[in-house]
T-cell receptor, first 115, second 114 residues
């Protein structure tokens, strides 16, 4: 079935380096994508979102890139900090007939930041 | 503004019992969605409620049910608990329309079935 998947289950980076977390999606009808961060013992925390009519969106230290041609989504974190250590999920929304669809999550990538 | 709250935070039940979990959305949000998170299956959508009506449903058995009240608070119920129901149950709220879809999650209720 159609789902959102992640290329790398784990990613280890040095503090201060940039991190790139990748995600592939298979449904070309998805028009809204979100990145969430989940720390141990907590619920997913919204990081940044992007609509399918955009290819790039920037937030504070984070950038999301969307490549619809290859159905690829990435999250870039600049100057990665120890507090960025968490599991990162990408999610897509399939909208059916105008009503809001549900989030479909990828499996997650664990980011570990080494001091 | 207060975030999404879920009660209880932790719960231990035995097989065959039933359980009710509660979720209070962010003020002004009319949509509440429920998700199950397990190490093996990841985050899976259970159902979504909007204005007291179930608007969307995931692929879970009928033992999983929910409802939403007029103040947008939501409950989910799992009957005849099985060991495999042990999971983190997450609630997320949003405004509920296409232009304001971002879902904000609560801390979850961790359910352990023995």
């Amino acid at each position: 079935g159609e789902n959102v998947g992640l290329h790398l289950p784990t990613l280890s980076v040095q503090e201060g380096d940039n991190s790139i977390i990748n995600c592939a999606y298979s449904n070309s009808a998805s028009d809204y994508f979100i990145w969430y961060k989940q720390e141990s013992g907590k619920g997913p925390q919204f990081i940044i979102d992007i609509r399918s009519n955009m290819d790039k969106r920037q937030g504070q230290r984070v950038t999301v890139l969307l490549n619809k041609t290859v159905k690829h989504l990435s999250l870039q974190i600049a100057a990665t900090q120890p507090g960025d250590s968490a599991v990162y999920f990408c999610a897509e929304i399939l909208n059916y007939g105008g009503s809001q669809g549900n989030l479909i999550f990828g499996k997650g990538t664990k980011l570990s930041v080494k001091p | 503004k207060a975030g999404v709250t879920q009660t209880p935070r932790y719960l231990i039940k035995t097989r065959g019992q039933q359980v009710t979990l509660s979720c209070s959305p962010i003020s002004g949000h009319r949509s509440v969605s429920w998700y199950q998170q397990t190490p093996g299956q990841g985050l899976q959508f259970l159902f979504e409620y909007f204005s007291e009506t179930q608007r969307n449903k995931g692929n879970f058995p009928g033992r999983f049910s929910g409802r939403q009240f007029s103040n947008s608070r939501s409950e989910m119920n799992v009957s005849t608990l099985e060991l495999g129901d042990s999971a983190l149950y997450l609630c997320a709220s949003s405004f509920g329309d296409r232009n304001r879809e971002t879902q904000y999650f609560g801390p979850g209720t961790r359910l352990l079935v023995l």
